[in-house]
Every structure is written in structure tokens, then in C-alpha cells.
DNA sequence: TCCCGCGCTGTGACCCTGCTGAGAACCGAT
DNA sequence: ATCGGTTCTCAGCAGGGTCACAGCGCGGGA
């Protein structure tokens, strides 16, 4: 789990980031607002922990911006102020969790595996076409209804195929988007790997056209 | 929305019933822990507010069965302790969040917003997955009812790949959240703890899907 | 019917990916 | 300072995925 700190006093930063660390989270900080913003918003951050008083840019202004640009990360925010507006005001910004310190490190913990806990599990959808099935996420294609085992290019081929269900796909088109751009394969690797695929998923199931490319049959 | 409110104090609950109502909730109240869960179970809440002190049966006790039960509405808690393990022991029975009496109204109408706003399903507090067990708050691992001792690493590895249960996760990504960003690690890292890890848990249970990155295996 | 060319497949070699063991660096505890 | 454990790098190895090649089948046009 990567965690953004964000705070700009320096002892408590690094006193977050070792517990963090022992606790086996991977910690990244950021000292002031807008530095913490950019790294919110390029990063690949499982949750961010925010302090509301920063340089350059309050915590507030943090939270609404990347809200505003759809980002969901889950937010727990910091400060020292306890008044009850406050603390709404933080909360009502975006936030999803919010502490005052000085807080106990045992329930900074605890309530940020809550936030933890509710991930987003939003599942990509599965594609279909007839039936066949392939599923992205979980890199699994079943053929009426039985699992089928495939390469990284077979898979690659299939899902190139699947995403243009029905239409007619050339060869030099596979081989820009299957096949790395740089090295230049012989055409005939489409065929080959054309021909593997038959051979998993059925025959009939990946259909020629001639002089034109090849179809997913069947919808 | 419509609130569930499990207070035994009488003057709290009217108090809470008429505010939550103002803002245009509904709300449904039970008096002790053993009515609020079973109004949990059948009614459709959209959130509970759930004291921990209640009579026939506890707060704590109410939540852990409603996760077991595999019902996942948000859970606000409220209650009189506020020793810090009593709160770390409410978010990690599966609590979203915890205030302490007395707290003030505007705290609580914001956290539940707050708390609605995320509105997304939840997730158990300790993940499964086949006959793995993982409790992040106690740091435990089991695999098939035994106890499996981990490091730090192993644990992170492990948590990361049960939180995406049946999906793929490439190496990469891996080295992205369980890894320190800051020092560039070699990509063989993975691989390394990929191997420790099989070693502990079994080596089927985590298999590799060439060119693509990492699964757990079964379910 | 014959011929041409596109597409298919079996074979085999290369090399890339992933796994492992050994050991160095690091850290905390005794 | 020493020791045990953890983390991580490195190098070597095995397996198999990828692809080039060559020969063959088959369809379409004259």
C-alpha cells in the first residue's frame, strides 16, 4: 500500500513515515501543498494523509482540487485546530477522515485501515462476444463456459480481436497494435499466432476473410 | 437515505431522531443491540449510527456480526470511552468511523456525510481468500486455519495481492505500491518475494502468468 | 482445368522471462 | 561490539514463448 504524507513539520513527517514503514506501508512525503497536490495527482496513491495548515497551499484547497478533477483517493487530514466547524469544513471539502492532534498513533493507524478497507472494486467489465469471454482484469478467457489457457501475444491477439467485435481486422493493423512497433516481424507471425489461437479456442470461432484480414465469428 | 440509529439512551435517540430528521433522513431507531441488528439485516439503511454500549449485545458485537454476515453499510459508532484502544478496537470490528461522547451535532452530520458521500460497498476487516486468511490490524496471517509468521516485506506483498482477489498484478505495479518509491529497487525484487512468499503460504496458492505479472490462485 | 498467390502449419532455434541460491548491506536487539 | 533476521543485488540456469523459414493446401481467376 503506497501512502502520501503530506506535512510540512519536519519531525513529525519523519515520525510518520518510520511508523508508516514498519508497519509496511510504502511512504512518500511532500513538505508543502502544492507539491503534495502534484504528487497526488501523478502518483499511484492508496491513500493520502494531509495536514490542513501547509505552505503554499491549505490542505483544503488540496482536497477540493483533486476532488474537483475526479480524483478518489481516500483522504485523512490533520490539524491542530479543534473546533467543531473546522473539522466539518474539512470533511464537508472531501475529506474522509479527520484528526486533530495531537492525535494517538494507534487510532491514526486504525482508522486508516478503515479508509483502507474501502477500496473501490469497481471491476472493468468483462468482454464478450458469443462465447467467448475474456476478462482483462484477471487475464482469464473461458470458451462456453470452459477455461482456456493462453499466451501473453495470444492474449493480446484475442482481446484486440474482441474489442472490435465483428469487424474485420488487417493484418498490418494486428501487427502495429499486438506486435511491438519497433522490431519489425515478418507478417507471417499474424498468421502463426492466428493459427495458435484456433487451435484454444475453435476453429471456426476466428474466421477469414480473404485478402482483407481476419473476424471474430459468431456475436 | 434512510438511517438506522441503535441508542438505548432515550433522550439521545429522540435528540438524534428529530435532528436527522430536520435534514431530511429517514430514520428508524432501536433501543438495544440485539433489535438493531436485526433490523440491520432486513431493513435497506444506507448508513447506522450504532452506539457501543448498549444492552444484549454490544456495539462491537453488533458490526463484527453484520461483516460476517457479509453486510457492508457504513457503520458511524458512538461511544462514551474514549481511550484510544477503545477506538482502534471500534474501526478494526469493521467501523468506518467513531466519535466519542459528547460530541457535537455538526461533527457528526458531517462524518456522516462523509461517510455517505463514499457510499461504495466496504470490505471486510480481515480478507479472505480461499483457505488464506489476512488480518491487517493484528498482522496475522493463517493458511488453512494455521498461523504463518511474515516479514514486513512478505506481509505487504501478500495484503496487496488479497486486496485484488483473482486479478492479475503485474510486477510493476507491485513494485509500485509495496515498494518504496524513493529507492529504485531492482525489478527482480519481486521475484524475490514472490519466491519467499510461495515457500510460507504454499507453492500453488500464488502463480505466475507469464509476461503479465502475479495472481492468487483459487478462491 | 490449370496456374498463381494467399494463407496455414510443422519444425527448430534463439533468447527472454522468471526462479533460485549465495552473499552483501543494513538494522535492531542483546 | 556481536548476532540474528530482513532486505536486496547479482549471476546462473531452465523452460518455454516467440518467431523465421519452408513447404503445402486451397481458393479464385482466366
Redesign the interface.
Known sequence: ??LLVVEDEARLATALRRGL????????VAADGADGLEMARH??Y?AMILDVMLPRLSGYRVVRQLRAEQKWLPVLMLSAKDG??D???G??C?????LTKPF?Y??L???L??L??????QRPAVLRHGDVELDP???KVTVGGAEVVL???E?ALLEYLIRRPGEVVSKTELLDHVWDAALDTAANAVEVYVGYLRRKIGRDRLETVRGAGYRLAGG
Open positions: 500500500m503506497r514503514q514498519a508497519e509496511g506501508f510504502a511512504v512518500d502518483g499511484e492508496d467543531e466547524y473539522q466539518a469544513d470533511l464537508d472531501g475529506a474522509d477522515d479527520y494517538s494507534v487510532v493507524l486504525a482508522r485501515r478503515a483502507l478497507r474501502r477500496g473501490t472494486p482484469a484477471q487475464r499466451t501473453a501475444r492474449f
